[in-house]
């Protein structure tokens, strides 16, 4: 019998709002494991990850936000994204996702292109001149060469948060209204909101 998901409550009396940011990502490992950082100590968000186990197709990243929302709603101030690879993916599929995001004020879409690897490229480096999903892992891997995506070792991208989001930044100039057609990433959009709940 599959394990139901606990819901994420938010203790009553609290003096500050806790943020809810529910993200559906198209991995089930890595980012999941990212995006946990800013789960840590006395935060005034809280992130929950919706993760598929090999269910990664654009479509069905967006149902499973789709389901959680039907289920579970938003409240004021909370926030829903889909986190999703370029990669082989059409630009029929992604418009889709994006589609959806301009539907409501509170969701969002981040796409790296190639990939997800590409924005934890950026917390080591500007990423100039990646030809590939093969490129960016193997320039990760320079900078971590113990690199697994089963077991991130997330205290060694904390240092790099504020000058990926910067790289990032400068590298979506002019900002995209979508996605990134070559390399790229709109993923920092995401991680700037949740940057700032840790300060």
């Given at each position: 019998?599959?394990?139901?998901?606990?819901?994420?409550?938010?203790?009553?009396?609290?003096?500050?709002?806790?943020?809810?940011?529910v993200i559906a990502t198209e991995g089930a490992r890595t980012e999941p494991q990212y995006f946990d950082i800013f789960n840590t100590g006395?935060?005034?968000?809280?992130?929950?990850?919706?993760?598929?186990?090999?269910?990664s197709a654009p479509s069905q990243v967006l149902k499973r936000m789709r389901k959680y929302l039907k289920e579970e709603g938003l409240r004021t101030g909370d926030e829903a994204w889909l986190v999703v690879d370029k990669d082989q993916w059409s630009d029929v599929q992604l418009?889709?996702?994006?589609?959806w995001s301009k539907t409501h004020d509170d969701y969002g879409l981040a796409v790296?292109?190639?990939?997800?690897?590409y924005w934890l490229l950026l917390h080591f480096e500007d990423g100039n001149d990646v030809s590939s999903s093969r490129d960016c892992s193997d320039r990760l891997s320079r900078h971590l060469p113990?690199?697994?995506?089963?077991?991130l070792a997330v205290a060694k991208f904390i240092p790099g948060i504020t000058s990926a989001i910067e790289r990032a930044r400068r590298k979506d100039t002019p900002a995209c209204e979508d996605w990134p057609r070559t390399s790229g990433t709109t993923v920092y959009r995401l991680v700037e909101k949740l940057n700032a709940g840790r300060a």
């Open positions: 019998m599959p394990r139901r998901r606990r819901p994420f409550r938010r203790p009553l009396g609290e003096r500050r709002y806790r943020t809810l940011f006395d935060m005034v968000i809280h992130v929950e990850c919706l993760r598929g186990r090999h269910e418009d889709e996702l994006y589609q790296s292109n190639p990939k997800f690897e113990d690199y697994d995506k089963g077991r």
